[in-house]
């Protein structure tokens, strides 16, 4: 009979094993002003202020914001920052060497304090409820109002180093090396007196979460710690080293210390203390850290001299670093986690304050040590291992309390025994202990290990399956074991009547397609989740298939791992990292890749824990994202830019028309899985509904109309979920100048100004026009008419006096007949020019004299030849507005029309009408007498010149003339000419 050992070695702090620490560094290559970190401040709106010999970074999760010390003079470093509760927007800022400062929306002011040697190296700033403020300066004590600058005391006690307020109200001094007492009323310092509180060799002082004050001892071999609390010690611990650099309480009531040799975590457990040391070796960037902060998430930040700020998640997760992990890891029923690697079986598992612990087994096969690869366990103690060359081994357990277990090899199943090699890729033991693994060769076995192994199920390749390479088996709630394959070929098998069989029919295997899966899980609902090699996530439900794929919100298509939350939720470990589906039946990822991001080999999840294992590390989770308070930041506006400007923030914008161009930058402060924060925003009225959800903290919007708008923005938590209430900026763009009322009054005032002396210059044109037609007028009446009436009566005159002319000569030449000539010529002359005159006189631009100057004509042609005359007028004419143009033509027409009817018409009746249309005047001359054809005239002058004249005018010429019928004149002539 073979012996087999198991060597147990301790787990010691190394490379290979040591606990990483969840921490995040942050420096100047992340933004930050300095790698040289000196003070830690969180202001009321979250942001943390982030001291450096370069200035202030205030860092909101997502980016660092400077602000930069002036060139001018040396501040050094940042000593302390306080908000001031009494002025909002204002913070005190203590320098080693530029003094006391004070910032405010970006501008930055010195304080002076005094002349004195040291009052410019301000260590602590206090503010009291009065708004004094108390400086511990390397000068002495001093006290600040706006009266002035009074010192307390000098420098007797060397330099005041702190200055710190307890729940109480006690303030306490760090003066030196010693402890002491502030009173504020009567400004005198005295030595505490706290039973078992050192008053001597101090080496600093500062508060806690829960307002107590750690007071730090040095000047020993190992330094001391005392936590003082209404005037009285409530814990003391001494530290593994000779100093200490900072306390830091969190709410469970775990204290974090810094000293030169790492960062020291102290917890009570049955009132005796713990202490954990934590080095580079497991995170840190630095071992001596030189501030520590708690901030409002129970993050714990630490400051370092040249290596920048790091961030701690409490409360959180666990991370173990190791290499050579051979297989899946396993989550036995005893709560103990076992796994694979090179070096031997890593088992894990909580002490009685509830921290992880690990130990490492390395397990021998006569004197050789076999490397595992794949770790079962059923309903027994027992453990179940394949190891070199796909031999099975059975390990017996012996557990103890909070102590590593003590294996030993109690059976060894090779192939010499009938059992084929194991493809050494994953083992399941069912709920009925039969223990299923893949041969190398292929295909599926089945042994029932309650007792001695017995084989139960064998289905080998190509005997009895094309099944090879299984990546994964599972269990479901029916008991069915699924077996997924390297090859698109999966199988279930199923027993009946205590044999197993293959099922290559079940409908939800047949709705899958033929493609290699590498996962799947039955989940409490009864649904089927596979995870694909390449093709994403499936989901069978309800008779039906659904795929997710990284378009739906997967960081990953290629799923290697699956897991139920005790919360009903989903755990997807992909190529990618870890994923989160909190709520099954809404199908909303969460990545939790800041806590894992290589392959995920293994999940699994209780209620007792969580934990997901990659290649080359193991995160354990105190808490799942999905089991915290859903938590919404509210959104801060940041920056407002116009048209490229920056301006203050305020809490209404006002612009005017031509600040068109917004920019809006926004952030919500989140220290933990700030990179997973999303936001929606919208710019009422101009959108009505809120954009894409977007990871952008800013937005601009140019050409923007004139009116009145409302931004709003909002966070969405890590599950997607938005918060009901949005923060709000009101945004007012003031209308253009030239639409306001009272441009447009001065503008309708300056226009009636001018339209009144563009009128008062026509009338005064008017005016003088007619004058000069007055005088055009009468010169023409006076002079011309006269001359012109002279030639008639001269021409009279002579003809008289002229003989009788012979018989047989030429009469046409005959001075009677020439003189006639010249009389009707002088006389055509003297009506035309009256026609002329009277046309042209301002006193007859109306058509009432239009109309009277042309019924006095008419009225005497026509009776001269004893001619009947109609004159009709219709009704309003005579009040009708006309032009002179216009006045004129009618008048001519008219006379013209009048005159041929007497002279060559021989008509007995006349008639002559004037109407008003839309289009204009309308004239009609009208009489029944001898007609004419056009062939028949030897002269068309008059008509020609009527016909020109209302065409000239933009009016119509019409002429009706029957051989024998009379003749008809239309004259169509517009108003306003």
């Known amino acids: 009979m073979q012996r087999y050992g198991i060597v147990l070695f301790a787990l010691l702090q190394g490379m290979v094993f040591s606990q ?25 709106k979250g942001y943390l202020w982030i001291g450096t010999d370069e200035g202030i970074s205030l860092f909101d999760g997502d980016q660092f914001r400077t602000i930069r010390f002036s060139p001018d003079r040396v501040y050094g470093y940042v000593n302390d920052i306080v908000e001031s509760r009494r002025q909002s927007g204002v913070f005190w800022i203590a320098t080693n060497s530029g003094g006391l400062l004070r910032y405010e929306n970006g501008t930055m002011t010195t304080i002076p304090l005094g002349p004195e040697p040291g009052a410019g190296s301000v260590n602590s700033v206090l503010e009291t409820a009065d708004g004094a403020l108390w400086c511990a300066t390397d000068a002495g004590l001093v006290r600040f109002t706006q009266n002035g600058t009074e010192w307390i005391t000098r420098t007797e006690h060397n330099a005041y180093t702190k200055l710190v307020r307890a729940l109480d109200g006690t303030v306490w001094c760090h003066a030196g090396s010693k402890l002491l007492i502030l009173d504020l009323e009567t400004r005198l310092l005295s030595v505490p007196s706290v039973p078992g509180l050192p008053t001597d060799s101090i080496a600093l002082i500062n508060t806690l979460s829960d307002s107590s004050i750690a007071v730090h001892r040095g000047g020993r071999a190992r330094a001391e710690v005392f936590i003082v609390r209404s005037m009285t010690v409530t814990k003391q611990f001494q530290l593994f080293s000779h100093a200490s650099l900072f306390t830091v309480r969190t709410h469970d009531g775990q204290y974090w210390t810094g000293t030169p040799d790492g960062l020291t975590a102290m917890r009570d457990a049955g009132g005796v203390p713990f202490h954990w040391i934590y080095t580079t070796t497991n995170g840190l960037p630095i071992n001596e850290l030189t501030i520590g902060f708690l901030d409002k998430e129970e993050n714990i930040w630490f400051g370092s001299y040249g290596r920048g700020l790091t961030k701690l998640e409490t409360r959180r997760y666990t991370q173990f670093a190791f290499t050579g992990m051979s297989g899946k890891a396993l989550y036995d029923k005893e709560s103990r986690v076992w796994v694979p690697t090179s070096h031997g079986l890593i088992e894990q598992w909580k002490d009685s304050v509830g921290l992880w612990k690990r130990q490492l087994h390395v397990i021998r096969d006569n004197g050789t040590m076999i490397s595992p690869v794949a770790v079962a366990s059923g309903t027994s103690r027992d453990l179940w291992i394949t190891a070199g060359e796909g031999v099975l081994y059975r390990l017996a357990v012996q557990r103890q309390r909070n102590s590593p277990s003590q294996l030993s090899i109690s059976a060894k199943l090779t192939e010499a025994d009938g059992y084929p090699r194991a493809l050494n890729i994953t083992l399941m033991m069912d709920s009925r202990d039969v223990l299923w693994y893949s041969p190398l060769s292929g295909g599926l076995i089945g042994i029932d290990v309650r007792n001695t192994p017995v084989k139960v199920a064998e289905f080998l390749y190509p005997r009895h399956t094309m099944l090879r390479d299984v990546r994964e088996l599972h269990e479901d709630r029916d008991g069915r074991v699924w077996a997924l394959g390297f090859d698109p070929v999966n199988r279930i098998v199923v027993r009946r009547n205590d044999r197993f069989e293959l099922d290559s029919t079940d409908k939800v295997l047949t709705s899958l397609p033929a493609i290699p899966f590498r996962a799947v899980r039955q989940t409490a609902d009864g649904a089927y989740w596979f995870g694909s090699r390449y093709q994403g996530l499936y989901l069978y439900q309800g008779d039906s298939l659904r795929r997710l794929t990284t378009a739906d919100g997967l960081i990953s298509n290629q799923i290697g791992s699956l897991g139920e939350t005790a919360s009903n939720g989903l755990l997807i470990g992909t190529m990618a990292g870890l994923m989160l589906m909190q709520d099954r039946s809404v199908l909303r990822f969460t990545s939790l890749q800041q806590y894992v991001q290589s392959p995920v080999v293994t999940l699994s999840s209780d209620s007792a824990v969580t934990f997901a294992a990659t290649r080359f590390e193991m995160t354990f989770f105190d808490e799942l994202p999905e089991q915290q308070e859903s938590r919404f930041p509210p959104v801060l506006f940041t920056s407002i830019s116009v048209n490229g400007k920056e301006r203050p923030v305020a809490t209404e914008v ?17 220290f933990r899985n700030s990179g997973a924060l999303r936001f929606q925003y919208k710019l009422e009225p101009l959108e009505q509904s809120w954009s894409a959800v977007t990871s952008n903290r800013s937005v601009t919007y140019a050409n923007l109309s004139p009116g009145e708008y409302v931004f709003s923005a909002r966070v969405l938590n890590q599950q997607g979920i938005p918060n009901e209430i949005a923060s709000v900026l009101p945004v007012s763009i003031a209308s253009p100048y030239w639409t306001r009322w009272w441009f447009i009054a001065a503008v309708l005032s300056v226009i009636l100004t001018i339209l009144v002396l563009l009128e008062r210059a026509r009338v005064r044109r008017l005016l003088e026009i007619e004058k000069i037609r007055s005088r055009i007028a009468a010169d023409l009446h006076d002079d011309i008419g006269s001359g012109l009436t002279r030639i008639a009566l001269l021409s009279d005159m002579i003809r008289r006096q002229s003989g009788t002319v012979s018989a047989g000569s030429d009469n046409s030449f005959s001075v009677p007949t020439l003189t006639a000539k010249v009389g009707d010529i002088s006389r055509e002359l003297v009506d035309a020019m009256s026609d002329v005159v009277w046309s042209i006189d301002p006193k007859n631009s109306s058509m009432e004299r239009l109309i009277q100057r042309v019924h006095t004509f008419a009225v005497e042609v026509c009776e001269a030849k004893e001619i009947s005359l109609t004159f009709s007028v219709q009704d309003g ?18 006379k013209e ?3 041929n009817i007497v002279r060559h018409s021989n008509a007995r009746n006349a008639s002559f009408s004037i109407d008003q249309g839309q289009e204009g005047l309308t004239v009609t001359v009208k009489d029944d007498g001898k007609g004419f054809t056009v062939d028949e005239l030897s002269r068309m002058n008059g008509l020609t010149n009527m016909r020109l004249r209302v065409e000239k005018l933009g009016g119509v010429f019409t002429l009706d003339a029957v051989k024998g019928a009379g003749t008809t004149v239309v004259a169509r002539i517009p108003l306003g000419r």
Do not use: H, K
């Open 20 to 44: 990483r620490l969840p921490v995040q560094s942050f420096t100047t290559n992340d933004g930050l002003a300095s790698n040289l970190v000196t003070e830690i401040y969180q202001d009321s």
């Open 654 to 670: 006002e612009l005017t028309a031509a600040e068109n161009t917004v920019t809006i930058d926004f952030t919500a402060i989140s």
């Open 877 to 894: 004419v005579e009040r009708a507005r006309v032009g002179s143009d216009s006045i004129r033509a009618v008048l001519l027409v008219a």
């Open 897 to 899: 029309a009048l005159t």
